[in-house]
Nanobody
Framework: QVQLVESGGGLVQPGGSLRLSCAAS????????IGWFRQAPGKAREGVSC????????DYVDFVKGRFTISRDNAKNMVYLQMNSLKLEDTAVYYC???????????????WGQGTQVTVSS
């Protein structure tokens, strides 16, 4: 049974940092990309970053480049999203997802976690 469980969300002030974690199980880790997505109220789900579990290659959407860093721990089947210099507009539910194709589009992913809320507010 595939499971993706996010954690690490919370309330943070603008300019602050959070680290999200995604614990994955139930699938062959080496074949999958893990992506981070987010969805703000009233908006479509959008890609944030992704990482290949085989070679560690990464991709980021432009509006998080230089602020967010994705990383993985293959021994633990964990993926992290370090988020620095957070802005009000980063407020959203953040999801991790697993897929064979990679990329930053939701349809490219087959399995999804339940999400973790990130709220940036002063």
């Amino acid at each position: 049974q595939v499971q993706l469980v996010e954690s690490g969300g919370g309330l943070v002030q603008p300019g602050g940092s959070l680290r999200l974690s995604c614990a994955a199980s139930g699938f062959t880790w080496d074949y999958y990309y893990i992506g981070w997505f987010r969805q703000a109220p009233g908006k479509a789900r959008e890609g944030v970053s992704c990482i290949s579990s085989s070679d560690g290659s990464t991709d980021y959407v432009d509006f998080v480049k230089g602020r967010f860093t994705i990383s993985r721990d293959n021994a633990k089947n964990m993926v992290y999203l370090q988020m620095n210099s957070l802005k009000l507009e980063d407020t959203a539910v953040y999801y991790c997802a697993a897929g064979l194709r990679g990329g930053l589009l939701p349809y490219e992913y087959d399995y999804w976690g339940q999400g973790t809320q990130v709220t940036v507010s002063s």
